[in-house]
């Protein structure tokens, strides 16, 4: 980041492009990366948890989605507190929170006691992401933010990323439990090296009632058109590449798990490259007049098109069907990017975070809803589900998805003029 690419906005102090990458930009991105991690880290660590608690396809769902549903209710008072009292303000107390749920996940020995920790793990990463997107808005100028954003998210992806085969190697040296305990350390020393490099903001925003806030987002042609797009495929990209991928490469591409792990490792390193590529074909789209969520919606296309490969059954590579997953899937991001620029600089915490609301929602019902479509059929003597159950669960994905791409479609046609470069239409 130049110096001439940190602009800051009204009511912030300058500081230079250097400083901003160092004080602003790395902290919350490595908040992001932890989020990133905890969040996938079950997908890798599966095997060890249904064979310690004998878990159901259901009950495994359930307990790797609670961590969304947990994201999603922290999202509103959030955003609200990140517009208020600024980002570094809220995250400390924040992670310290997720720090306490690992501990207690570490320590759980039910099925119960794991998913209220697993909970309280993402109600205390519930603000990473927003508090990123918040402290990035306010520094840098908003020609810069789908490639600054698309960064941030490749540095989740590289948290994703290090849940797969570095976490398969933590596990020679200590049981899960024991991981646990280190990402409770690692989430603690996180906020307080937010707190202490953040540079503060001159003022706050006003106070606003939560549902003046809610309103105010969600009435914003920007936003509704946006999440009518993308929310569902983000949902989908959430909910599966975050455990139902490793399942389906053991259940229906019968890889070992060694295989699994480093076919994940492949696919979350995928996003790293692919969150990069979407922010820069988009500033160069909009050079070129091409609105940001025309892109989005060319990317919604292709990502549908790789879930009816799974609902195919795609043959000739498994493991390029699972890799392209998660590489398109990443360009469902570009809705913070477009959101972050349609709306005034006071709602973007609280944009961020209604978005996020939705999606974290969502990604809970996709990928607990998944578990028990799965759950429908019987396992074989193996406990691998057949290749029909995933087959079904994906079709019903790709049949929630289309009616948004239609729709757009179908407005854009009656309308050629929208897709001109501006991020949407009134």
Known sequence: MRDSAALPRVDTPPLSGRAVFVLVFLPFALG?????????????????LVAALALTPGQLGLLTSAFFLAFALAQLPVGIALDRWG??????????LAGVGALAFAGGQTF???????????LGLGGCFMS?????STWIAPARLPSVQGYLIAVGGLGAASATLPVRLALHYVDWRGLFLWLALAAALTGILIRALSPPQLQGARKTALLEAMRAVYRHPAFRETATLVLIPH??????????????????????EEAVGYLLYLGMAAVIFGAIAVGMVTEWAA?????????????????????????????????????????????????????????????????????????????FAVQAGFGLVVGCWRPDLLGHYPAVAYRAAF????????????????????????????????
């Open 395 to 426: 079709a019903l994905l790709v049949l929630l998805q289309l009616p948004g791409l239609l729709w757009f479609v179908r407005r854009r046609m009656r309308n050629p003029l929208e897709w001109a470069s501006h991020p949407t239409s009134p």
């Open 287 to 363: 050079k070129r007049g091409i609105a940001p969520i025309s892109v989005a919606a060319a990317g919604v296309a292709l990502f549908i098109c790789v879930q009816l490969g799974f609902v195919c059954d795609w043959r000739p590579s498994y493991q390029l069907l699972s890799v392209l997953f998660t590489l398109v899937g990443t360009v469902t991001g570009i809705e913070y990017t477009i959101v972050a620029q349609s709306l005034p600089g006071a709602l973007t915490g609280r944009a961020a975070t209604c978005l996020n609301l939705l999606i974290f929602l969502g990604a």
């Open 112 to 122: 119960p006691q794991l998913l209220a920790a697993r909970a309280l793990i993402g």
């Open 87 to 96: 980002p570094a303000k809220v995250q400390l107390p924040m992670l310290m």
């Open 235 to 256: 949902t989908v990209f959430f909910g599966i590449q975050g455990l139902w991928i490793s399942r389906w490469l053991g259940d229906v591409a019968r890889y070992s």
């Open 132 to 136: 990123a997107v918040k402290a990035i």
């Open 32 to 48: 992001h990366f932890l989020s990133s991690l905890m969040r996938t880290v079950n997908a890798t660590l599966a095997p060890q």
